[in-house]
């Protein structure tokens, strides 16, 4: 089984509707992320958590929320999805050692906003 | 805004060649910089990474080679095989930044023709 899952794998959704993406992890990790990648842009982090009482927002956390509902347990929403937040949305874990220690990917989800 | 510069955007070698992977970085107190590769329909995963105070790392056919002067370093992928086409990512993390998040290049895709 995967380390870290992300459910959906895929979204198609309307403008100004609201859609949560959630992530798991089995890793035991205490760190985890969200990021979107978009052609050219590379990676960008848009909310991290360094355990469940510590969130913190990242590059390009306008138009999202996240809650950290457990260890395993990493969602991020958007209330109100616009079609410019059409990406691919991936979820990261790493331990909680040095910080410069390797992030784990989830498979991510293509989420498209029509 | 700290910035990783990568490139090339794209690029195509023959099986059996040399690919080059360039990145450039601004902030001296960067002193961890890993490279990630990206498999379609997969998440990025860790592939090598550096410490400024060596000059080259190995792994098998991929070779980091790291210029603190210049600062910037770069991915080489002897005898490039089709296997290794994916999207390409180097990174920087900043010893400095109490936030401990990695600083990403946009990505190469890299196709290596059969």
Known sequence: ?114 | QQQVKQSPQSLIVQKGGISIINCAYENTAFDYFPWYQQFPGKGPALLIAIRPDVSEKKEGRFTISFNKSAKQFSLHIMDSQPGDSATYFCAAFPSMDSNYQLIWGAGTKLIIKP
């Open chain 1, 1 to 114: 089984d995967a380390d870290v899952t992300q459910t959906p794998r895929n979204r198609i959704t309307k403008t100004g509707k609201r859609i949560m993406l959630e992530c798991s992890q089995t890793k035991g990790h205490d760190r985890m992320y969200w990021y979107r990648q978009d052609p050219g842009l590379g990676l960008r982090l848009i909310y991290y958590s360094f355990d469940v009482k510590d969130i913190n927002k990242g590059e390009i956390s306008d138009g999202y929320s996240v809650s950290r509902q457990a260890q395993a347990k990493f969602s991020l929403s958007l209330e109100s999805a616009i079609p410019n937040q059409t990406a691919l949305y991936f979820c990261a874990t790493s331990d909680g050692g040095p910080p410069r220690s390797e992030q784990y990917f989830g498979p991510g989800t293509r989420l498209t906003v029509t």
